[in-house]
């Protein structure tokens, strides 16, 4: 059945959220949704529901977030949620290092309810973004117990994009759900990765189906989707600010430059991405002669 089925033309993508108690889920859609941020904690009870519409290549996109309570009370009821799901937002608090080192067991219950007893997500049928949340508050009481090198080497053992992100400041929100309103839309019209009919790029502000036919690895799409919308230049090369070196920056910028180099890479938006690496490149070379960090 074509995606775009439904009231003219909207494609529709369901999106689930997980995560411990208290980690923010509820604030980033919040945030995202409303353009607004609730400092008050109120638990969610069961299963919250709300939908928005975006555009995505000038594509209208119907949204629909089923916002999940994280606590083990209700693992029951997440259950019956899982079912048809193309994305979901798997978030952990930065200041809550157990809300981290449960992510484990979230990725165990996500495997037992999507079938597959593999990390591979192409067996999943729905996508994942990893976010590190209240970013904002880690010089407050308790400090930052998660560092940024930590959260983004989970998510890259098990091949999925990592976004750090704060509901009270609005960095990194936007950033987060559009890769993965990208990646569920792909899902969407079943151009899983590693299966048959071409790839996502979200070169320009959207998520578009690569012309060029054929599958494209999805470490592909995400390094264009990165290198095409991340906020800044550290972003782009998934590097982190305080350990900066040249030759962690050349390390990383070789690494990337071998997944989008547009005489290898013939996904759309490698040329673009390419260029963003390259300008990313010279841009923290350049600090790093200039500054210690």
């Known amino acids: 059945m074509d995606s775009r089925s439904g009231n003219k ?17 509820s604030c980033l859609i919040k945030r995202y949704c409303e353009k607004r941020f ?15 519409t975006v555009d995505l290549d ?3 996109v119907s949204v629909h977030f089923f916002d999940t309570s994280g606590s083990p009370l209700f693992e029951d009821v997440r259950s019956e949620f899982y079912r048809d799901m193309q994305g979901i937002l798997l978030a952990y608090d930065v200041t809550d290092r157990t809300s981290f080192i449960a992510l484990d067991a979230w990725m165990a219950e996500l495997r037992h309810n999507l079938g597959s007893t593999t990390s591979r997500r192409d067996e999943w049928g729905a996508s994942v973004v990893v ?8 010089g407050s009481v308790g400090g930052r117990q998660v560092s940024e090198g930590e959260g983004r080497g989970w998510a890259d053992r098990h091949r999925m994009p990592h976004v750090l992100t704060s509901a009270a400041l609005g960095t990194g929100v936007n950033h987060a759900f559009h890769t993965l309103f990208v990646q569920a839309l792909q899902l969407k019209d079943g151009l899983r990765p590693g299966g048959g009919g071409g790839g996502v790029s979200s070169s320009g502000g959207g998520g578009g189906v690569n012309s060029g036919g054929g599958t494209i690895d999805p470490e592909v799409l995400q390094a264009i989707h990165r ?13 982190s600010r305080r350990t900066l070196t040249r030759d962690e920056i050349n390390k990383s910028y070789r690494r990337l430059a071998a997944l989008v180099h547009p005489d290898k890479c ?3 938006g490698a040329e673009e991405a390419f260029k963003a690496l390259t300008q990313a490149r010279n841009n923290l070379l350049k600090l790093s002669t ?3 960090v």
């Open 290 to 292: 200039e500054t210690t």
């Open 266 to 268: 013939k996904a759309s």
């Open 38 to 52: 609730v400092g008050k904690y109120v638990p969610t009870v069961g299963i919250d529901y709300g939908s928005t």
């Open 58 to 60: 000038a594509r209208k």
């Open 227 to 239: 290198l095409t919308h991340a906020p800044d230049d550290h972003d782009k090369l998934a590097l």
């Open 9 to 25: 033309g909207v494609s529709r993508i369901r999106i689930l959220s997980l995560g411990n108690p208290g980690v923010g889920k």
């Open 131 to 138: 976010c590190g949340t209240r970013t904002d508050t880690g």
